[in-house]
């Protein structure tokens, strides 16, 4: 590993490594800051570019650092507009815009640079040291298990809702595992409630549909409720600094979810929003009650953890990708395009047989973590200065870029249509105080416990996987005493089946609730 390390370091500390990294930093910052506008479009637009550099090292550097750029600056346009700026750091708006409303923007966008910081630089040393062995726990997971972990996480969906709303959510879990089945058939191919429309063949686009439950209700609630407008926070960011008792609350948190994100990342179909979500949703349900009611409400943990977990998790998805040759994302889907079109072959000899990818790919990491930190921490007065923007000239803002975001991406009109649909349900919605968040989880899990139900159904010819592999039959057991109101959270505390948390007191598993 030491000999890797110094090659690696060779070759990223070159000039034109550095430059490299610091123009992939700066444009996923900027792409990331652009409601809508996720790293998936930009990278794509980027691999020709990419392959007219001739290295594949400096290719790879250039578009890792638009991604975690992107996943770095995506919190920003969550924090000041509510318009999640990739799909990652939707979990950021839910207690980032409280902070905002509250005149605490400076103060939520420092959280927010310093855990993303933190989260990506613990990610990179984690994936230095265990890249090689988490490869092999990666291949324990197949379709079976991937199905169960789907169950899980949707058991534990009762953590997104608020006091007293846990039949809402259970009803907007529903009506999102119902989008999530338009479009393709994963067991027979065939088009499923697409109403004779070819644009909808491939479903749903997250993206369009994460803006039409955030940005646009936004724009709409402050059009349909003028009087909230003087609610919002004026502009003003003089508190920029977070006190020393805020980053003692803060330093476990980090710690939890750069830890658990990265692993999430390394699973592959996981991913940097599953990890913000579920980032949030542990930290929520491991504090005291007393701090679990700040939660949605402008909570500095609420905020810390989803930043720390997808930075983390962005990190962990170049381990199936580099030594596996598996993308854990459909944004690492693309880096693998990018490394096949530049001759380079992902997999477990990629270490041995070209290195330098490897290692310089990894130690860019720190530097761009680095980069993005100098580089975002002194632009946060600037930055925080579109509060005090007009509302009136705000509004048309965060339309446009809505509706720009969600045309780029697809490159359809269809899409505008879905969006504009969408968002006026999701403003009806948010009226009638329904929590929208479910919704997007269970479209997010939806498809992919579809797609690995048919495969494991397929490959056992039934549902014979659920018993004939224990880890499956694990994990559905678990999925039934997280659902279950009674013993569920002495059970787990009991057994430790997580094995997250040592100290049982700190321990409370029990998501299923009414607040």
């Known amino acids: 590993m030491l000999e890797g390390l110094l090659i690696g370091l060779q070759t990223a500390l070159s000039i034109k490594m550095l430059i490299v990294v610091i123009g992939g930093c700066l444009i996923g910052t900027f792409i990331g800051m652009l409601p809508g506008l996720g790293p998936m479009s930009i990278i794509a637009i980027m691999i020709p570019v990419a392959i007219s550099m001739g290295d594949p090292a400096a290719a790879l550097i250039l578009l890792a650092g638009v991604y975690y750029g992107a996943i770095f600056g995506g919190s920003t346009s969550s924090i000041l507009l509510n318009a999640p700026g990739v799909a990652g750091t939707v979990a950021t708006s839910f207690d ?9 923007a400076g103060k939520a966008l420092t959280i ?39 169950i899980v996480g949707l058991s534990a969906i009762a953590a997104f809702a608020g006091t007293g709303q846990v039949a809402k959510a259970v009803l907007m879990t529903t009506i999102g595992l119902m989008m999530a089945t338009v479009g393709q058939g994963a067991l027979f191919n065939t088009p499923r409630f697409t109403m004779g429309i070819m644009d909808l063949q491939s479903g749903f686009g997250f993206i369009t549909l994460a803006m039409a439950m955030f940005a646009l209700p936004e724009a709409l609630f402050l059009i349909l409720r003028p009087r909230n407008i003087a609610e919002v926070s004026n502009g003003d960011i003089k508190n920029l600094r977070i006190s020393s008792s805020e980053m003692r609350s803060m330093a476990p948190v980090i710690g939890r979810q750069s830890i658990q994100g990265f692993f999430i990342g390394v699973l592959p179909g996981a991913g940097a929003t599953i990890a913000s979500f579920l980032g949030w949703a542990v930290e929520r349900n491991i504090a005291k009650n007393e701090e679990q009611d700040q939660f949605g409400k402008g909570s500095i943990k609420g905020l810390a953890a989803p930043e ?15 030594t596996l040759g598996i993308p854990g994302s459909g944004t690492t889907a693309i880096l693998l395009g990018a490394l096949i079109a530049l001759n380079v072959s992902p997999g477990p000899r990629l270490m041995l047989d070209e290195p330098q990818i490897f290692w310089s790919v990894i130690i860019s990491m720190y530097i761009g973590n680095l980069v993005l930190l100098v580089l975002n921490l002194p632009l946060i007065p600037y930055i925080a200065k579109v509060l005090s923007v007009p509302r009136n000239y705000l509004i048309p803002f965060i339309m446009f870029f809505t509706l720009m975001g969600a045309y780029i991406g697809q490159n359809n009109a269809t899409e505008l249509l879905l969006l504009v649909a969408f968002g006026i349900c999701a403003t009806a ?57 009674n013993g569920a959270s002495k059970i787990i505390k009991n057994f430790l089946l997580f094995g997250l948390y040592i100290n049982p007191k700190i321990l409370n598993f029990s998501f299923i609730s009414n607040r």
């Not at 980032?96 to 605490?104: A, L």
């Not at 048919?454 to 005493?481: C, H, K, N």
């Open 96 to 104: 980032g815009y409280p902070m905002t409303r509250q005149g605490k």
């Open 112 to 150: 927010a640079v310093i855990s993303s910081f933190c989260g990506g630089t613990i990610g990179a040393i984690l994936l230095m040291i265990f890249a090689p062995m988490l490869s092999s726990v990666a291949l324990l997971f197949h379709s079976a298990e991937y199905f169960a972990l789907m």
């Open 308 to 322: 720390t977990a997808n930075n983390a998790a962005c990190t962990g998805s170049f381990v199936p990708l580099l």
């Open 429 to 485: 919605l948010k009226f009638a105080n329904f929590p929208l968040a479910p919704l997007l989880i269970g479209f997010i899990l939806g498809g992919m416990l579809e797609d690995n139900f048919s495969r494991s159904m397929q490959l056992y010819d039934g549902v014979a996987f659920i018993w004939e592999r224990p880890m499956t039959l694990g994990l559905l057991i678990i999925a039934a005493m997280l659902i279950s109101k």
